[in-house]
């Protein structure tokens, strides 16, 4: 006869058949837990910078650099004084031609926006490799052809770039025409752009210089913050809509154009202008750079 106690000790083994198990599944939960977390920073770490334009029932999307570039593109078309009709033409054309990169190879001797070919009298290699200059260049050709406003962008290009393939321009026609309304501003709140945060602090003294040099508009620089007064609704959107277009390169975290404002993030809220918290008179703009 087995004369051992079996008596269970509550204290003795029998509280581990429960006790173990639960606290093996709360360390589970807890690495899952951390796992998923982790993995959500890892994916917004990891989200892809995009500008989206939205207009006339229409959106494009392009990266960072090539918004920068097409802002450049429609400044300098608003600062000689053309209309949305030239930007249109002249960003198909750069997206035709380089994507919208400002890339120092290409056909023959072509750089740049344009592929210009400095063979060919656009400039030299420097100079149009400055996106300002080669967009200069590109209107001078454009209003030189009568009645460009009204011709098929097939026919300028045949014309202004001596394409090859002049058809192909076309299939580009509209990207550049949701991008030249909104950044000669003829459409409102319809660009943003979705950013990682700013790698350092941003320069307000040089981007109220780009102003001046780009749009030919004056920026009061104080602090952080440029003000902009526009002389009219239509060119603060303009310059509003430049400032997000170019937020990546120049560090900007918000810009609020009247009483609506576009701040920086990582999220798809990014693309998206929001009721200011503190609003502007409908023709100022102020653009605030990262501290």
């Given at each position: ?57 229409r959106t494009a ?149 780009a102003l001046s ?37 120049r560090r900007t ?39």
């Open positions: 006869m087995d004369h051992r106690d079996t008596h269970r000790d509550p204290d003795g083994p029998g509280w581990r058949r429960w006790f173990v198990p639960l606290v093996a599944a709360l360390v589970i939960v807890g690495l899952i837990g951390l796992g998923v977390h982790l993995g959500v920073e890892r994916v917004r770490g990891l989200v892809t910078p995009t500008c989206r334009a939205a207009a006339a029932g999307a392009l990266d960072p650099e090539q918004t920068h570039n097409a802002a450049v593109i429609a400044a300098v078309a608003q600062r000689r004084g053309l209309p949305p009709r030239a930007v249109t033409i002249a960003l198909a054309t750069a997206i035709q031609e380089s994507k919208l990169r400002n890339i120092t190879y290409g056909d023959r001797d072509s750089v740049g926006l344009f592929q210009q070919r400095p063979s060919q009298g656009w400039g030299n290699r420097e100079q149009i490799l400055d996106p300002a200059y080669a967009a200069n260049r590109f209107y001078d050709a454009l209003v030189r052809i009568e009645g460009y406003e009204d011709m098929r962008i097939t026919e300028i290009a045949q014309r202004v770039q001596r394409s090859a393939y002049p058809e192909a321009y076309a299939d580009h026609e509209w990207e550049g025409r949701v991008y030249a309304s909104n950044l000669t501003g003829h459409t409102e709140s319809g660009l943003g752009c979705r950013l990682k945060d700013p790698d350092g602090p941003g320069d307000a003294s040089r981007l109220s210089a040099e780009e749009l030919g508009v004056r920026g009061t620089a104080t602090g952080r913050d440029v003000t902009v007064a526009a002389a009219s609704r239509r060119q603060a959107w303009a310059v509003g809509t430049w400032a997000v277009a170019q937020a990546q390169a975290t918000s810009v609020t154009v009247g009483d609506r404002v576009w701040t920086r993030a990582r999220g798809e809220e990014a693309w998206s202008w929001q009721h200011a918290s503190d609003p502007l008179p409908e023709q100022q703009v102020r653009i605030t750079v990262a501290g």
